[in-house]
C-alpha cells in the first residue's frame, strides 16, 4: 500500500545537560471505544518493539489524550536519531503482522494482570462511564479481540504526521537533523468537550484495591489542588493518624475546560472505614480553610527548583507547547514565583463548588467492620451517609 509522507513539526528548547528528544502523537487511552480498549497502548508496545535497537535510554507512554516516545541522548544528532527510528517503526505498523500482534499481547498481560483480564472500572470510569475520560486508569481487556487489521486502522487513522509533534530538550539542534517523516493523515484536534454522563456524590465499591477519592474542577486549578490535596492528605492521613502507606494525586483532562483531580490511599482492612472518613474530611478542610502553610511552604520550594532546573523548565515548555497544539491542553502551571493568594482562593473557590460531585471508591474485597448480620452493606452505607453521600450498587461503566 502506498502511503504519501508528511514532515513532523519540530519544537526546540535550550537546556543543559543531556538531550531529550520527544514524538508526541495527539491519541489516548480516552479515545478509544471500549471494543478496542488498550489499542493506543498495544500499537505503542509494537512501534518500540520494532524500532529497537536504540541503544540510548528511551522510553514510551500512553496518556490518556497522547502517546509519547522519547530518546535521551548526550547529543542532538543521537537523540533524534532515536526518534526517526521510533517514527518509521511508527510508520511501518500498516503491515502489522498477526504474529507480531500475538506476541506483544502477552507481554501487555503481564504488564497489569487485573487490567488485561478485565475490563476493571476506575474512579474515572465511575463518573464518565467506560468511554472518553472514562478510559482513564481503567481495563483494556478488549485487547483480547484486537486483530492486526485493527492496529493497522488505528496507526492510518491517529499515528500521522499532522497528528504528531518532535519537541527537543537541549543542545544545539542540527538543520539536518530536524527531517522527521510520517504518513500523511488528518489531526485529532482538540479534546471535545464532554457531554456523555457526569456523576457525583456517590460511594462505590470498585473491583481496584484500597480507596480513592474523586473531585470535578475547573482545567486551570487541577495541577495545584493535585499538589495540595497529596501533601495535605499525606500529613493527615501517614504522618498523623498512621492509616495509609502510600497517597497517590494525580489529575486527568475531561476535556479543554475541566479536569478530575484524584487521591488514591492503601489502608489495612481494619482501617478502611476510619480512612475514608479522614481522607473526606481532609478534603473539606481544604476547601474551607485553604492549604497549610506547611503544604505551601513545599509546593513553593519545588517551584523554585524547578525554576532552576533548564531541563525541567524547557521539558514543561514543550510538553506543553505539544499538547495545546495537539489537543488544546495546556498543562504548565507557573513555576517562577511563589503560590499567590489568588491561586489559593481560586483553589478555594472550586473545590467547594466541587464537593457536592465527590466520589469515592473502595475495594469491594474488604468488607467494612461494622456490616451486620443481612446487611453487607450498613458499614459503606453509614460511611456515605456520614458525608452526605449515598451507595450507588449499579456497577460502574461496565460496557454489555
Not at 489499542?39 to 535497537?53: D, F, K, S
Not at 498481560?109 to 483480564?117: I, N, P, T
Not at 456523555?196 to 462505590?204: A, D, E, L, N, T
Request: hydrophobic fraction near 45%; charged fraction near 20%; include cysteine.
Amino acid at each position: 500500500m502506498l502511503h504519501t509522507n508528511a514532515t513532523v513539526p519540530v519544537l526546540h528548547a535550550p537546556a543543559d545537560g543531556p538531550v531529550e528528544a520527544m514524538l508526541f502523537f495527539g491519541v489516548g487511552s480516552s479515545d478509544e471505544p471500549v471494543r478496542l480498549a488498550g489499542i493506543t497502548h498495544l500499537v505503542e508496545h509494537l512501534a518500540v518493539r520494532r524500532a529497537l535497537p536504540i541503544a540510548a535510554p528511551h522510553n514510551a507512554t500512553t496518556d490518556d489524550w497522547a502517546t509519547i516516545f522519547s530518546v535521551t541522548a548526550s547529543t542532538a544528532e543521537e537523540a533524534l536519531a532515536g526518534i526517526v527510528r521510533m517514527a518509521d517503526a511508527v510508520g511501518s505498523l500498516v503491515d502489522v503482522t498477526p504474529a507480531e500482534v500475538e506476541h506483544e499481547r502477552k507481554i501487555l498481560a503481564g504488564e497489569d494482570r487485573l487490567r488485561y483480564s478485565e475490563q476493571v472500572p476506575s474512579i474515572h470510569t465511575v463518573r464518565f462511564g467506560p468511554t472518553g475520560p472514562g478510559r482513564a486508569g481503567a481495563g483494556w481487556a478488549a485487547t483480547h479481540g484486537i486483530s492486526a487489521e485493527d492496529v493497522r486502522a488505528w496507526v492510518q487513522r491517529w499515528f500521522v504526521a499532522e497528528n504528531a509533534v518532535v519537541t527537543v530538550a537541549g543542545g544545539p539542534v542540527p538543520a539536518d537533523a530536524l527531517t522527521v517523516q510520517l504518513p500523511s493523515g488528518r489531526a485529532a484536534g482538540p479534546v471535545p468537550s464532554w457531554s456523555g454522563p457526569v456523576r457525583g456524590g456517590v460511594v462505590v465499591e470498585s473491583g481496584l484495591s484500597g480507596a480513592a477519592l474523586s473531585v470535578l474542577v475547573p482545567a486551570e486549578h487541577a495541577q495545584l489542588l493535585d499538589a495540595v490535596l497529596e501533601h495535605e492528605v499525606f500529613r493527615a492521613l501517614r504522618l498523623d493518624a498512621g492509616l495509609t502507606y502510600s497517597v497517590d494525586g494525580s489529575f486527568v483532562e475531561v476535556d479543554t475546560a475541566s479536569s478530575t483531580v484524584v487521591v488514591t490511599i492503601d489502608p489495612a482492612v481494619e482501617d478502611l472505614a476510619a480512612a475514608v472518613d479522614l481522607l473526606v474530611a481532609t478534603v473539606h478542610r481544604v476547601a474551607e480553610v485553604g492549604p497549610s502553610e506547611e503544604s505551601i511552604a513545599t509546593i513553593d520550594a519545588a517551584r523554585a527548583l524547578n525554576h532552576l532546573d533548564s531541563g525541567t523548565r524547557a521539558d514543561r515548555q514543550l510538553t506543553d507547547a505539544a499538547l495545546s497544539r495537539l489537543r488544546g491542553l495546556r498543562r504548565a502551571t507557573p513555576i517562577d514565583h511563589p503560590v499567590s493568594a489568588d491561586e489559593i482562593a481560586g483553589l478555594r473557590t472550586a473545590l467547594r463548588a466541587a464537593l457536592p460531585g465527590l466520589i469515592v471508591c473502595v475495594d469491594e474485597d474488604a468488607e467494612l467492620l461494622d456490616d451486620e448480620p443481612g446487611a453487607p452493606d450498613a458499614g459503606l452505607r453509614a460511611v456515605a451517609a456520614r458525608h452526605g453521600l449515598v451507595v450507588d450498587e449499579r456497577a460502574p461503566g461496565r460496557p454489555v
